[in-house]
């Protein structure tokens, strides 16, 4: 490339000026080709060579290429890096260029083949196979702050699935965050946009043009059939489109007629809620030790999608909740339908994914193979599930949507062959038998081929030539090859054979008989592969006419796999259907955490339940005990099982009664919560705050040693101050998980609020714990037995107890650390003081290290243990 940039080099820089902060791939031959900035990001991101090629502007080019035939795996790891990527292909074929060039009066050896960007490869808008995750939805939102709130507009482009919502601006990071998009837009004025949103113009974000254009979509007249849709709903829904037009180069993706979503029908959970119960994440980000992992048993990725989505908005509506309860009670109680059904679920592809490729205009023979099976697996289900009994209104409603595709099936039965290939380009998708036409010339080329071996046998014979063989190759087509000492046998004037290329070891030759063959293989072929194309194209545009039918299709198979699924995880853990009550209560009869209890039996271990019962007369549970107790476990496992139960799941626990609660809330105090960023104790008084101005009295909040993240003083005094707000003004449903026993005298003034604690025991100078819940507050820490535990050394533990009994003794002298805050005595502490009295003298006895002791030491140590046996009286 010289100074001034050649015609190349300009095309170049005018593509990537259109495809802006996307990676340009520049289509060249074989190869899609980066340059400059976008080379050094993909050759770091894919790790392959960055080479250069030619000078820009005096410098050398940066470049990097990848083939275009494995372009997609280096796609997805691109999209996977945090970049998009803009596709620019050849519009051209060289031979037209030149023509092109000729009939402009330009010189040939000028010719440029025309370039354009056919498509933006961003992670919201994947449908390809490959690069999406099948137990995953990928959702693409735009959100428009408009004056008094803010719509969003989400979508997974993959399945067309569409749906609107209006959102307060303070909930926007909650909405976000239960949406878990791949991808955010925004209007690029708007200040107080969250992080990683992109920016696209304003006036993308129209309400009217969103109207007209979902009118236009979906041949509407008038959008209320559908629903109601506010302004800012159809606000996001025009940024949303208009993204997606830009990024489809106008070709327009799958669209579902959209769905508005209504803010009360669901448990509403923040940011910080869902990640502190890893619903569909643990804390290290991975799908793995998450409450989806440990709950999907779904057959199809599209059930375990449905499900992902199911946990991450369980349902506010009791009726609703108690329909999909219905669906799971269904499949508990006959196994054998439930395992038959399953077997079937597992044949059957994804349909909403192929059908989404499919009308993107990216279908191949494959997804339309994938189309057949699925719809005819679905109409198999239909029967078996029909032919028994009386079937639970949801049930119903999905079984109705399972059939009605008979004529598209029948068609493409007819059609296909049984497994079609994912190119379309190379033909040998229709099946024999279906175009008479097409059989023929499928004949024809089989004659020719058959006709060509013949003449290969003839030929070895007349030249005496036994290694003669008839080969071909992309470039020549059909020749006749010998090895080069036969060559000159063939070469002779008058041998019928004319030379065509010197190898280094080999001959080649044509022949008129061979040439004549060979047009009519590729003769027939040609027309077999339009012919192919053509029923292609009418076969795309009779699944498209039934896109609305075989996505209801597709989502009633979700939702009966999830249903399904749901019924064999109660089976497998001996769940239990909730009894779902509109007052704001939790009664829990053995319950457990279902990850924690899936860990612990992997160990071999058991898990040892518990009871929980919050409700109008203690709607407050303080819980003391150790470290490691099982406070956290507990806390967690009740909001899962309310969770679960407003998702529409069995819980894990004999039996429950649960209150359908408006939000869920749970916080980890600080050193639990790797912060990023703001100090840890700030984002958890950030946190505790946003509970204290949204919690309703139909709300359940978990609080984990809230007020830790500080020093003891302050702590101590944030924790009274919550739980008393909690309890005063909130009223809803808590748990409070804390080590400041000083909080058990809460309970003399708070009458909703009972006290309870982890036992645990010390049992030969060993602390043992039973992760049992008692009612009653906890009576000490442990924190040494705990550390003991953990194999902090003997010395130090020594060291420990001794500070430990200097401080005990100094809080003995002045009434604690919470003399000043009441009149009334310190709660006593009445349960398990038998088993669970403190020997001292033992523990100092045990953590000497009798070898690490001069005899100096020895005598002194010896001197101590007396004087403190006369001291107490244990
Ligand atoms: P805490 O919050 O009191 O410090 P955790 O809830 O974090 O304690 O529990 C510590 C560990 O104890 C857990 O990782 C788990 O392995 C075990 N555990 C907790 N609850 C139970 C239980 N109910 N049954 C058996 N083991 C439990």
Not at 231 to 240: E, F, K, S, V
Not at 322 to 341: C, K, Q, T, Y
Request: aromatic share 4%; charged share 25%.
């Amino acid at each position: 490339m010289a100074d001034s940039p050649t015609p190349m080099m300009q095309q170049y820089l005018a593509l990537k000026r259109e495809a802006g902060d996307a990676l340009l791939f520049y289509r060249m031959g074989d190869f899609f080709e980066l340059f400059f900035d976008d080379a050094r990001v993909a050759a770091q991101v894919l790790d392959i060579a960055l080479t250069t090629r030619g000078e820009h502007c005096g410098e050398p080019v940066p470049m990097c290429g990848v083939p275009v035939h494995a372009a997609e795996g280096y796609l997805a790891r691109l999209i996977k890096g945090g970049c998009r990527v803009a596709i620019a292909e050849q519009t051209e074929t060289p031979d037209e260029a030149k023509e092109r060039t000729k009939r402009e009066g330009k010189p040939v050896s000028k010719a440029l083949v025309s370039r354009d960007i056919v498509r933006f490869v961003t992670a919201g808008t994947l449908t390809e196979e490959a690069l999406l995750e099948p137990r995953r939805a990928n959702l693409l939102v735009a959100v428009a702050p408009v004056r008094d709130g803010v719509g969003l507009a989400s979508c997974d482009i993959s399945t067309g699935r569409m749906e609107l919502e209006d959102c307060a601006a303070d909930r926007l990071d909650a909405a976000l965050a239960r949406l878990g998009a791949s991808e955010v837009v925004g209007p690029d004025d708007w200040d107080d946009a969250p992080a990683d949103v992109i920016a696209r113009p304003r006036p993308d974000f129209r309400s009217e043009d969103g109207e007209a254009r979902l009118k236009d979509i979906h041949s509407l007249a008038t959008l209320d059939g559908l629903g109601d849709f506010s302004r800012p709903m159809l606000a996001a829904a025009a940024g949303l489109i208009a993204y997606l037009d830009h990024a489809g180069r106008g070709q327009l993706p799958f669209l579902l007629p959209p769905v508005a979503r209504g803010s009360e029908a669901h448990l509403a959970m923040d940011a910080a809620t869902r990640s502190s119960l890893e619903i569909l994440a643990a804390q290290n980000g991975g799908r793995d030790g998450s409450l989806v992992a440990c709950v999907d048993r779904c057959a199809t990725g599209a059930g375990a999608r449905q499900l992902a989505e199911d946990l991450s908005a369980p349902l506010a509506d009791r009726l609703a909740i108690e329909h999909r309860l219905a669906s799971v009670r269904h499949f508990h109680d006959d196994p054998l339908l439930r395992g038959d059904i399953r077997a079937v679920l597992r044949q059957a592809p994804d349909i909403g994914r192929a059908l989404g490729r499919i009308v993107a205009g990216r279908g191949s023979p494959r997804d339309l193979g994938q189309i057949r099976d699925g719809l005819g697996e679905a109409r198999r289900l239909r029967g078996m599930l029909s032919a028994g009994v009386d079937l639970p209104p949801l049930l119903a409603q999905a079984v109705e949507r399972l059939g009605g595709h008979g004529a598209l099936t029948d068609h493409l039965d007819r059609a296909l062959v049984p497994s079609p290939p994912t190119e379309r380009g190379q033909g040998g998708f229709i099946a024999a038998g279906y175009d008479h036409a097409l059989d023929a010339l499928r004949e024809t080329s089989g004659n020719a081929r058959k006709a060509i071996a013949a003449l290969e046998a003839k030929y070895r014979e007349e030249t005496g030539t036994p290694s003669l063989k008839i080969k071909h190759n992309k470039v020549l087509g059909y020749f006749i090859e010998v090895p080069a000492k036969h060559g000159d046998k063939l070469m002779a004037a008058d041998s019928g054979f004319t030379h065509r290329q010197t190898m280094a070891g080999a001959v080649r030759f044509n022949s008129v008989g061979l040439h004549e063959e060979a047009s009519r293989i590729a003769e027939a072929g040609a027309h077999a592969l339009a012919a192919e194309d053509s029923h292609f194209e009418t076969l795309v545009g009779e699944v498209v006419a039934c896109r609305e039918a075989i996505a209801a299709t597709a989502a009633a198979l979700a939702r009966i796999d999830v249903s399904a699924a749901l019924a064999e995880r109660a089976a497998e853990g001996d769940w239990c259907q909730p009894d779902m009550l509109d007052e704001p209560c939790l009664e829990v009869v053995a319950g457990r955490h279902p990850v924690v209890e899936q860990a612990l039996i992997k160990t071999g271990d058991r898990f040892r339940s518990n009871d929980c019962s919050v409700g109008f007369s203690e709607r407050l549970w303080l819980i003391g005990g150790p470290n490691m107790g099982g406070k956290s476990t507990f806390l967690r496992q009740n909001a899962l099982i309310l969770l679960l139960a407003q998702a529409g799941s069995f819980v894990p626990a004999t039996s429950a009664k649960v209150g359908i609660a408006d939000r869920l809330f749970s916080r980890v105090g600080a050193s639990d919560n790797l912060a990023r960023g703001r100090s840890t104790f700030m984002v958890e008084m950030v946190e505790t705050a946003a509970i204290l101005s949204q919690a309703t009295d139909r709300s359940f909040v978990i609080l984990d040693e809230v007020g830790r993240g500080t020093s003891t003083y302050d702590g101590m005094a944030l924790a009274w101050a919550v739980v008393e707000a909690v309890h005063e003004q909130l009223k809803c449903r808590c748990l409070f998980a804390t080590h400041y026993h000083e909080l058990s005298r809460l309970a003399e003034t708070c009458d909703a609020l009972s006290l309870h604690h982890v036992r645990a025991r010390e049992w030969k100078g060993d602390l043992v714990l039973l992760h049992e819940l008692a009612r009653g507050a906890a009576d000490r820490s442990y924190g040494l037995s705990v550390a003991k535990l953990a194999g902090v050394p003997p010395p130090v533990i020594k060291r420990a107890k001794a500070v430990l009994d200097r401080l005990e003794k100094g809080r003995a002298e002045t009434g604690g650390l919470a003399a000043g805050l009441g009149d009334l005595p310190l709660f006593a502490a009445t349960a398990q003081a038998e088993d669970e009295k403190c020997d001292t003298l033992r523990d100092a006895l045990e953590a000497l290290d009798i070898d690490s002791l001069s005899p100096r030491e020895a005598l002194h140590e010896l001197y101590r243990l007396k004087a403190e046996a006369s001291k107490s009286n244990y």
